[in-house]
């Protein structure tokens, strides 16, 4: 769903990320407000004015936003949910979590920190327009209180309606999962409610296209497919976290695994291993004893004049953690952390000595067997 981008700062222990899509409405907002929107609530500003009005008002914006995001993220630490990271893209920003809540109540937490936030700060930025009650015209701080004032309003209504992904979804499945006691059901009501509401985006979108009102339209329609797209990818994600947080690595895992003795030589492990078993990568032991993991990239990087004379130790990976897993750890927490590490496969240790590996097919065919089965 993103394309690369950089990271901002770290909040709460959270990576903020900002992806390059979010210059494209970064850079719409800012012409917007200093060509149309400032020019109409103060035509005596100047145009050089206009246009540092427009830039904080734009960073004020995302600012909130942010801060929209972050309430999110700060009621599910408190429940013990990691946040992977904060992205802010295209289409505004989105938390990235790992897991979910484990009851109602929590869900709705959840889901209600982001909108209460963000009418906070709309009241803050009201009561900055009517209760000093100066001159819109002739006061920048007022006219930018008063754009924030609305945004944030209206960031809070758009996200509390009822359906999948949105806030006001999560909140509805909340309340559906309680009174049903069935979280898949919940999500997939609240995700068709979602896609049905971004049809009506899209729906809206071409009309608006048709009245000649393009761009305009055009944005509903992105706006619409994005969340088609995200309540579909929400629902799967669901089923997904449903199903593997009940199965432990060690009822999945390979054992017992293949392994290569830290002292063998590359031409020794590429013949009889790599061209073998057709592994990328293998554990690498120093007697009983988990020593690191030795792949093709780190073969590569040495000379086949030297394989007979290089061994596994001189060039193996020795950072443990990066590619091992208990296997008494569940299945999810070792998918979350292949795709972390970009690894397709991890490491089962256990005492320091291997005892077995789990790969992502592995997890693979095993939601599999559970669809056909019909016990997902």
């Known amino acids: 769903m993103f394309t690369s981008g950089f990271k901002l700062l770290r909040v709460l222990g959270i990576p903020i990320y900002v992806n390059y899509t979010w210059f494209i409405v970064f850079s719409l907002v800012v012409y917007t407000l200093a060509v149309s929107y400032f020019p109409y609530f103060g035509p005596y500003y100047e145009p050089f004015l206009r246009w540092i009005m427009a830039f904080a ?202 392994v290569v003795d830290d002292n063998m030589t590359l031409d020794h492990i590429v013949n009889d291993f790599f061209f073998r078993y057709r592994f990328n990568s293998f554990p690498v032991i120093s007697g009983d004893n988990m020593a690191g993991t030795i792949s093709i990239h780190d073969i590569k990087g040495v000379d086949k004049e030297k394989w007979p004379f290089t061994i596994a130790r001189d060039i193996m990976y020795t950072k443990i953690a990066d590619f091992t897993i208990s296997p008494e750890s569940g299945a999810l927490e070792a998918l979350d952390k292949m795709l972390d590490t970009q690894r397709g496969r991890l490491v089962v240790l256990e005492n320091g000595r291997v005892a077995g590996i789990i790969s992502q097919r592995d997890i693979m065919q095993m939601l599999k067997l559970k669809a056909d089965l019909g016990t997902s």
């Open 57 to 258: 008002a734009a960073i004020m914006l995302f600012s909130s936003i942010l801060l929209h995001e972050l309430s999110h993220s700060y009621v599910a630490q408190k429940q013990g949910i990691r946040i992977k990271s904060i992205t802010l893209f295209v289409f505004g920003g989105i938390a990235q979590m790992v897991g979910e809540s484990r009851t109602p109540s929590g869900e709705m937490k959840i889901a209600a920190a982001g909108p209460a936030l963000s009418l906070f700060l709309s009241g803050i930025f009201w009561f900055i327009v009517f209760v000093l009650k100066r001159d819109m015209a002739t006061s920048p701080v007022l006219a930018i209180s008063y754009f924030l004032a609305s945004t944030n309003m209206m960031l809070a209504v758009f996200n509390l309606i009822p359906g999948f992904p949105l806030d006001g979804g999560r909140m509805l499945r909340a309340f559906i999962w309680k009174r049903t006691n069935n979280l898949n059901k919940a999500t997939l009501i609240t995700s068709r409610i979602g896609k049905g509401f971004a049809i009506l985006l899209i729906i809206g979108g071409l009309w608006h296209i048709l009245q000649g009102v393009f761009i305009s339209g055009l944005w509903l329609i992105f706006v619409g497919m994005f969340l088609q797209q995200a309540a579909d990818q929400g629902y799967r994600q669901t089923l997904l976290h449903r199903t593997l947080s009940s199965v432990k690595i060690r009822d999945i895992m390979v054992s017992p695994a293949v």
